[in-house]
């Protein structure tokens, strides 16, 4: 995944647009880039390519259905842990390995690792955090949402 | 509402990404055997139930210059955090904003807000405004910067039921 801005000539002002209005979706339809290029006065076929091209150049890491797990009986939980430095890497493949961490970031703190485990079934979340623990011997912080205010999508390219 | 071997499928199938063709639901239904409007009824069901929140880009925040992420957390009143919450959710910069549970003693935070900027400098100035409007119901904070991204995926269904 791209880690870098994109140099300022990259995205011409229709793909800024583009990566504003795909935020809030899509409409389930037969032809749904259609609607979205009349939208933007450009044709279907732009609207592919584009976003195709957005994908391939990193200005989005995908585009697809985003899924709560709540809704359908699992459930999501924020988790952290304290990882030593010199096991840090080692420790990353063993949690990056579960299919049910959704994404981890590195973070400056000495709660060091942060990653989102998302499963289908709401006891997935204690059996992967405890499977995680034993392979690590390390304790997993666990940090479900209780509530969440928001707002909307607000990325402006 | 309970998701079906079918619905499970078509999530399973799109959670790479919806093909980028002109009909992308026929085209699921394709590799499915199953047919077009069977698709898109189930995910408009799906969309419904809030199972499926949306269909959309996911914008890669580092590629757009968004290279300052900072998970800033709040000490505050569990009396006035769901009053406060609301507040910090709708400032324009804060793009996530959660009550979570504390740790004790490790860990006193119980309000999350995700703070997403071109620079430290400038979501240092944003933590600021969130201190302020908390006031003397927060009793400390703190923000951990992001400084590597070890996976992103998001979620994935198993296939099998």
């Known amino acids: 995944m791209r880690r870098t801005p994109l140099p300022a000539t990259a995205l011409d002002a229709t793909d800024r647009q583009l990566i504003n209005l795909l935020q809030d ?26 976003i195709t091209r957005l994908r391939a150049i990193g200005a989005i890491t ?9 809704a359908m009986g699992g459930a999501f ?6 990882v030593p430095a010199e096991r840090f890497d080692e420790v990353t493949d063993l949690v990056n390995e ?5 994404h981890n970031y590195e973070r400056e703190h000495k709660l060091n690792m942060w990653f989102v485990l998302a499963c289908d079934r709401k006891e997935g979340i204690e059996a992967t955090a405890s499977r995680i623990e034993m392979e690590t011997g390390l304790n997993v912080f666990k940090f479900p949402k209780l509530k969440e205010f928001f707002i909307g999508f607000k990325v402006a390219a | 509402m309970t998701i079906d071997a079918k619905d499970r499928k078509i999530l399973s199938a799109t959670q790479g990404g919806l093909p980028l063709v002109s009909k992308p ?13 069977d698709v898109m009824n189930r995910i408009t069901a799906m969309q419904k139930a809030g199972i499926v929140r949306r269909i959309a880009i ?10 300052a992420n900072g998970m ?67 009793r400390g904070n703190d923000i951990l910067y992001s400084t590597r991204i070890l996976k992103k995926t998001g979620m994935r269904i198993s296939r099998e039921s």
């Open chain 1, 77 to 82: 939980c924020l988790c952290a842990m304290s």
């Open chain 2, 25 to 37: 639901f026929a085209e699921i239904a394709s590799w499915l055997k199953m047919d077009e409007v």
């Open chain 1, 98 to 102: 579960h299919s049910e961490v959704a």
């Open chain 1, 25 to 50: 979706g899509i409409a389930v339809e037969s032809s749904p880039f259609e609607t979205v290029g009349a939208r933007l006065a450009i044709t279907e076929n732009e609207v592919i390519e584009r």
């Open chain 2, 72 to 138: 800033s957390v709040w000490d505050v009143d569990d009396e006035d955090v769901n009053r406060l919450g609301p507040l910090v959710g709708k400032l324009d910069f804060v793009t996530h904003c959660y009550v979570r549970p504390r740790a004790l003693p490790d860990w006193p935070y119980n309000l999350f807000a995700m703070i997403h900027g071109f620079d430290r400098a400038s979501v240092e100035t944003h933590r600021n405004e969130i201190s302020d409007l908390l006031g003397t119901a927060c």
């Open chain 1, 62 to 70: 995908r585009f697809g259905p985003f899924l709560d797990a709540a």
């Open chain 2, 58 to 67: 996911a914008p890669n925040h580092y590629a757009l210059g968004m290279v």
